[in-house]
């Protein structure tokens, strides 16, 4: 991969989504997080509603008062620095180790393709293959 790459100038960045009524569930979740994904080269953003997390190296976005998942998404990414995002929710733990070189081509290919959503657990899979790591989902569509 070349220095230019969007996967090493800091075009990307990991958003977990939450609210502050699942705060029990971040330290979990960033406990398995830091496990599995120790040397991510990314930075992390928590959407969450008033409630900042202190844990390291993840910063919090605030989004007031929850009015749905949407719009706290939505105000929330509104606050994101990067053009891309690799979008988690805070009840579905890692449980392995991520497979660095083969996301970071992914997300390059995504990137280059310009892709507008790229579904790491392709669970239904795809309507139409592409080539072997990716395929199309129809709008409307389940996931």
Known sequence: ????????NNRIAVVVVS??????????FFT???????????????ISNELATCLPNVQSILTGPDQSWSTNLKKGLERVGEEYVLLFLEDLFLTCPVREAPL?????????GRVNCLRLRPIPPPDQMINQDMGIVRPGDVY
């Not at 991969?1 to 090493?8: I, L, Q, R, T, Y």
């Not at 609210?19 to 979990?28: E, H, N, Q, S």
């Not at 970071?104 to 280059?112: C, F, T």
């Open 32 to 46: 398995l997080f830091a496990r599995f994904w120790p040397g991510r080269p990314y930075p992390v953003y928590l």
């Open 19 to 28: 609210c502050d009524r699942y705060a029990d569930l971040w330290t979990p």
């Open 1 to 8: 991969m070349n220095p230019e790459s969007a996967v090493s």
């Open 104 to 112: 970071h081509r992914l997300l390059q290919k995504a990137v280059e």
